[in-house]
């Protein structure tokens, strides 16, 4: 038996997971900080680095003691390191390789896109290789090929804004407030997804753009400002139609990516995999492909540290140990170790 302990602060979550052979969550303990960072309608990195040195001893804390174990149990210490805010990253990581070293143990350095790919893990017994990912969160949207741990082949990514980005600049000229992918979502069960027809870009390609979508919503908001209408704008309907563009584009690559492939399993993660629309138009529209969808539950679509020591083990048994000297990088890109 292993036992990894997983430490997340890639960006405003201070996350602590104990994960047993990879696949047991003992614990996993994430403070979110949506209260701090909502005012401004995003993430301060200054803040969010400040509020991870404030909290991340007694999260560790509250992970071992929910898991029931203490620290001289802990078999390898796994820490995000990177992609992410760059202070942010820093902490986490330092405090990682500070536990490492006091203890002597392994260090594992979990690039946090593979952490999200292999999320799932945590929840079905056998991963399904090869599957198709598709990767759509707040600072990314990729599509994956996933041949085995540590062996990944690129089919697309956004050129421009991430999906999750697009949530959160569309939530903020519609004064929804952050983050805006859970409000939007609730907002379009109630609107029109056809009240307007935005734009989907790129759609011979694998590759994503948002940029023009988001365009698209705010000369919609301006123009309703300037004629002195901007009460008479139906959000429920704005955001049925903006999220019905975004939940069209990912659908399509992502079950066009699996149909290229011959796989016939297509796997979502990241913070916009808890988006009902995409949860379960995704699963019927691949189904009529022969296509089978998996999805984290929602703990395990944010950022949580479980995912982290989930991975970390895997690399543990490969022997993909860290230095010490480990520097963390806000812009990792997601490379092949396998």
Not at 76 to 96: C, D, E, K, R
Request: proline share 4%; glycine share 8%; charged share 20%.
């Amino acid at each position: 038996m292993s036992l990894v302990l997983g430490i997340e602060s890639s960006c405003d979550e201070t996350s602590a997971a104990v994960v047993e052979d990879g696949r047991k969550v003992l614990s996993n303990i994430v403070s979110s900080q949506i209260d701090i960072h909502n005012k401004y309608g995003g993430v301060v990195p200054e803040l969010a680095c400040r509020r991870h040195i404030e909290i991340i001893n007694p999260i560790v804390a509250e992970a071992l003691d929910k898991a029931n174990v203490k620290l001289t149990d802990i078999n390898a210490i796994a820490v995000t390191n990177g992609p992410g805010l760059i202070g942010a990253l820093l902490v986490g990581a330092s405090f990682g390789k500070a536990l490492a070293y006091s203890l002597n143990i392994p260090l594992i350095a979990v690039n946090h896109l593979e952490a999200h790919i292999f999320a799932i893990g945590l929840e079905i017994s056998e991963l399904p290789f090869p599957f198709v990912c598709l990767l759509v969160s707040g600072g990314h949207t990729s599509l994956y090929l996933v041949k085995d741990y540590g062996k990944y082949e690129e089919l697309g990514r956004t050129h421009d804004d991430a999906a999750g980005e697009a949530y959160d600049k569309v939530a903020k000229m519609l004064n929804l407030g952050y983050p805006g992918g859970p409000v939007i979502d609730k907002l379009a069960l109630k609107g029109s997804p056809n009240a307007f027809n935005f734009p989907r870009a790129l759609k011979d390609s694998l590759d994503f753009s948002f940029s023009g979508l988001k365009t698209a919503v705010m000369e919609y908001v301006k123009g309703m400002k300037v004629a002195g209408l901007v009460e008479k704008i139906n959000l429920s309907d704005v955001s049925a139609s903006f999220q019905q563009a975004v939940v069209d584009v990912l659908i399509s690559k992502a079950v066009s990516s699996a149909k290229k492939n011959a796989s016939k399993h297509i796997v979502i993660a990241g913070g916009v995999a808890a988006n009902s629309q995409l949860r379960s138009d995704l699963k019927e529209k691949a189904a009529k492909e022969g296509v089978e969808v998996h999805i984290p539950s929602h703990i395990y679509c944010t950022d949580n540290a479980a995912m982290i020591a989930g991975i970390g083990y895997q690399k543990l048994i490969r022997n993909k140990i860290a230095e010490l000297d480990l520097n963390p990088q806000a812009d990792l890109y997601l490379s092949n170790w396998g």
